[in-house]
C-alpha cells in the first residue's frame, strides 16, 4: 500500500452513538480527509458486526477510502472489506494474509522493534504503533515512547501509524518522527464537528509526516 494511504487512519469507536449518527460522523470523516478507514467492534456479536460493517463499506466504498475490519477476518471476508488489523493478541499477521490472499491489506499492531519486524516479515503492509498517549478506548494499552516509535519506523520499510490519544493539541510531540500517518479516534468520532475536525488533522498530519521525511532524509 502506499504511504499516502496512512496519512489520517480513523478508528471507529460507536460506544457513544445510535446507528445513523455514527454513521453520519464516518461520512463526515471520509468526505474531510480520512485515507483510511477501520471499523473497530470488540463488544457486537457477528450479526450486528456485519450489518454495521456492511453499511460502513458502502461508506467507504462512496469516498474510495480503504476499510479495514478490526480483528474480525470473518467478517472482513463476509463484506469484502479490503482488508484486517490484528492485534499482538489476535491471529498471526502470516494467518491473516493466508486467510484473506496477496490482494488485502493486512495491518498490525508493533509496539516495540521486534514485533515490528515480524510482523513485517509475516506480510504486514503496515503498522499501527502506541499507545503514544493513554485513551479511555484502550486504557490498558502499554504507553509506546515517542524514541521507540521512531526506531519502529527505520526499522521496517513498510509505513507505521503512530496511535494513541493523539489530538490536535498534542500533535506537536511526533515532530521529527519519521511516520506515514497518524490514527485517531476520539479526535473525529467525539468532535461535535467531525468534518472541521478531520481537515484540520489531515493537514496536520501532512504537515508531521514532512516534516519527518526532510529530517530523515
Known sequence: ?????????LVTNSDHLAREPFLRVIEEAL????????LREKDKDGREFYEEALA???????????????DRIDVALAVDADGV????????????RKLLGPGKIVGATAKTVAQ????????????????????QTKAAAIPTSVGTL????????????AIGGLKQDNLSVLEGCPISGIAVVSAIMSSATP???????AAMAKKLVELGRAKNA
Do not use: W
Open 195 to 201: 468534518g472541521i475536525a478531520a481537515r484540520e488533522l
Open 31 to 38: 468526505q474531510n480527509g480520512v485515507t483510511l478507514l477501520q
Open 56 to 70: 460502513v463499506k458502502e461508506l467507504s466504498k462512496r469516498y474510495h477510502v480503504p476499510l479495514l475490519i478490526d
Open 116 to 135: 515490528a519486524l515480524e510482523a513485517q516479515e509475516q506480510g504486514a503492509d503496515y503498522l499501527g504503533t502506541g499507545a503514544i498517549f493513554p485513551t
Open 150 to 161: 521512531s526506531e519502529v519506523c527505520r526499522a521496517v520499510n513498510i509505513p507505521v501509524v
Open 1 to 9: 500500500m502506499n504511504q499516502s494511504d496512512c496519512l489520517l487512519y
Open 85 to 96: 488489523h490484528v492485534g499482538q493478541s489476535d491471529l498471526p499477521v502470516s494467518v491473516a
